[in-house]
């Protein structure tokens, strides 16, 4: 059995009394895919916020292969390799779209203030690196030939790929998506779960928050399923289409 790349053991959250998370206990496997599925209001981005670090936990602890990364800033955990898309796109609206994936290289970069100044030649070699991580996700999906417009000018559609491809730079060991699927059409959804499956294959791991339960059925290798703050099961998704708890608290019936 392979040590779990992520482990979070009586994850507990509370907000001015409230409980949003309640003992959440999870482990992701290398080069899985987990869902986190579950009613509105059932802890979902919360726990994505603790994991990344936007949260601290009241109670329990988040490890990162083996590592407490419970107290660590966003920022130190981002250095580690935990990446994160967001419900509402979060992009550069007067920036290109080039310049928006490059954004996700800057924790990467070991070149400081000074090296940048002087131009040695391991600041044109780290910056081409940088380009070349950079148009590489941007290829990935096939958004290579819009690297150089603004952000304004290309579709809802893209500027969540552009979100995706940005976390793809920093080559993340895992990525966070919370809803990658809304608003978006079918024949979207599917080219999607495409790319994310081909990601899974090239060893990544990743976990996904989304409502939309055929298509991450397709591309998951678990699903957990999050009800008050709890997860109620957590299995392989035929296995969570016929839970009749999951099917009480999430389809209601």
Not at 186 to 197: G, M, S
Not at 201 to 211: A, E, N, R, V
Request: aromatic share 8%; hydrophobic share 45%; proline share 4%.
């Amino acid at each position: 059995m392979s040590w779990p790349l992520l482990s979070m053991a009586s994850i507990e959250k509370r907000y001015n009394g409230v409980q949003a998370l309640a003992g959440v206990s999870l482990n992701v496997a290398p080069g899985q895919i987990i869902s986190l599925i579950g009613p509105n209001g059932a802890g979902k981005t919360t726990l994505f916020d603790v994991i990344s670090g936007l949260e601290k936990p009241n109670a329990g602890s988040v490890r990162l292969d083996g590592e407490n990364i419970s107290a660590l800033s966003p920022v130190a955990i981002a250095k580690k390799g935990v990446a994160r898309s967001f419900q509402t796109c979060q992009v550069f609206c007067n920036l290109t779209v080039i310049e928006n994936v490059l954004l996700g290289r800057y924790l990467k970069t070991k070149v400081s203030f000074w090296m940048a100044g002087i131009r040695s030649p391991s600041v044109y070699r780290e910056e081409h690196r940088n380009l070349a991580l950079a148009f590489e996700a941007l290829d990935f999906f096939d958004l290579y030939d819009k690297a150089d417009r603004k952000m304004a000018q290309i579709s809802s559609f893209s500027k969540r790929l552009v979100e995706i491809a940005r976390c793809l730079a920093m080559s993340p060991r895992l990525l966070l998506l919370d809803e990658p699927f809304g608003g978006l059409s079918e024949t979207e959804i599917a080219w999607l779960a495409k790319k994310l499956i081909t990601l899974r294959h090239q060893g990544m791991t990743l976990i996904l928050i989304d409502h939309h339960f055929n298509s991450i059925s397709t591309l998951s290798d678990e699903i957990a399923v999050l009800h008050q703050g709890r997860i109620i099961a957590k299995a392989k998704p035929d296995e969570i289409r016929r839970n009749p708890e999951v099917m009480r608290a999430y389809w209601g019936g």
